[in-house]
């Protein structure tokens, strides 16, 4: 494992942010290493984890990953901005350290915006994993449909995405002031410069438990993405009443 930065910028920056999470963290890692397209830089941000995920990431000997530690547990919005800031790829893919990315998840998203220039975001179907349970979960490959869904929910599950790394350029970042909907809140800042696209095909098992963020602050997580509706329907100029 190398935790300098690369000197030859990859194509793709995958970033994922590590808090504790060693039971699923091996097949997580292993799922990013072993894709059949090879040109990425893998960040992994260490988020204070006091459990063996720090030791778990140590025993890699890959050049492509790059370690950060933070100085104890900042939390995911932090963590998730302070790797896309050191990214160097054109694209940039998310992933969480309990999910399992299919073999040739990279690949396909690459080529769809190889073939897309003016998407902006490639998201893809995936296996909801609960349990021994498997569930595939379809999206919609749709750009005006993905962005019409964004009226009433997030349109992508979040760590299913690659994006083209505007984010510099743009002056956008996951915003702290929507914990635990910062995802939601960056689809509706993403959606007027480009493409909201699909793979039909999935791609990622996305593991539901308990412990997930998402489950912890349901009611929370409510509030806040009313907050985010409203302000999107304001960018497209609807003029509504509370009752609408």
């Known amino acids: 494992m190398d935790n300098t930065i690369n000197q030859i910028s ?24 072993n894709q059949s397209f090879t040109d990425f830089e893998f960040i992994i941000i260490n988020d204070g984890s006091i459990d063996n995920s720090l030791s778990i990431i140590n025993s890699y000997c890959d050049s492509r990953i790059i370690l950060i530690e933070n100085d104890g547990n900042k939390g995911l919005i932090y963590s998730l901005n302070k790797g896309i800031k050191i990214a160097k790829g054109k694209y940039i893919a998310r992933m969480d350290a309990d999910d399992i990315c299919l073999p040739n998840r990279f690949e396909l998203q690459v080529a769809q915006f190889k073939s897309n220039p003016n998407a902006i975001i490639v998201g893809s179907d995936y296996y909801l994993l609960n349990g021994d349970k498997e569930t595939y979960i379809k999206n919609k490959n749709d750009s005006d449909y993905q962005k019409a869904v964004l009226l009433f929910t997030p349109c992508f599950c979040h760590p299913t995405v690659m994006m083209k790394n505007v984010f510099a350029e743009k002056n956008i970042t996951y915003d702290k002031d929507y914990i635990h909907a910062e995802d939601y809140k960056l689809w509706t800042d993403l959606f007027d410069f480009g493409e909201f696209l699909n793979i039909d095909k999935p791609l990622l ?5 308990a412990s997930q963020i998402s489950n912890q602050k349901n009611e929370a997580q409510l509030n806040i993405s009313k907050r985010i509706r409203e302000n999107y329907l304001n960018s497209l100029k609807f003029k509504l009443s509370e009752k609408q």
């Open 10 to 33: 990859p194509l793709v920056s995958v970033v994922m942010s590590v808090y504790n999470s060693q039971n699923y963290l091996r097949e997580a890692i292993d799922s990013v290493l």
């Open 205 to 209: 098992k996305y593991r539901h438990h």
